[in-house]
């Protein structure tokens, strides 16, 4: 009997801890907060990296980019979430492209739910900084 009360809260304790595993990777579809555009978050090298995989009208130009050979490329496709690495529970770190102003950001990601990823940028040099919501794409 007093195994049978032990094993509950240890099967218990393995579920919660398996559940929480799996918030543990941003990687999937998330729709930005403005709902403009899809950014699909992947595994690339050692890291994750994110690019725009859909956008809600015509998809634009790069045309803020601050190199002028990079400036007629398609937004699809566009690399915008960088060499994201592990920052501690459920969340990382990294760079952020931003083609609406062709600036570099540093970048966290932590994921709240299943279904919630806040996502809070920096200007460089300590910057002016702000944080949005994305949506997991279903």
């Given amino acids: 009997m007093k195994f049978s009360s032990i094993a509950i809260p240890l ?3 393995g579920f919660i801890t398996l559940s929480t595993a ?3 990777g941003p990687t999937g579809d998330w729709r930005v907060a403005d709902g403009t555009a899809t950014i699909r978050i ?3 090298g050692p890291g994750l990296c994110g ?9 634009g130009k790069d045309v803020r980019n ?3 050979r990079k400036r007629n490329r398609s937004v699809i496709g566009l690399e915008v979430l960088i060499n994201l ?3 501690g529970p459920n969340s990382w770190a990294g760079t952020s492209y ?3 102003d062709g600036q570099y950001y540093s970048v966290r990601l932590s994921v709240v739910d299943e279904s919630d990823l806040k996502v809070e940028g920096c200007a460089p040099g300590g910057g002016a900084c702000g944080s949005e ?3 997991r794409v279903q």
Avoid: E, F, G, Y
Wanted: one cysteine or more; glycine letters at 0%.
């Fill in 85 to 87: 690495r592990p920052a």
């Fill in 42 to 44: 992947h595994k690339c």
């Fill in 66 to 68: 601050p190199d002028p």
């Fill in 51 to 59: 690019v725009v995989a859909a956008t809600a009208s015509a998809p």
């Fill in 22 to 24: 799996a918030l543990a």
């Fill in 98 to 100: 931003n083609a609406n």
């Fill in 133 to 135: 919501t994305w949506t």
């Fill in 11 to 13: 099967t218990l304790i």
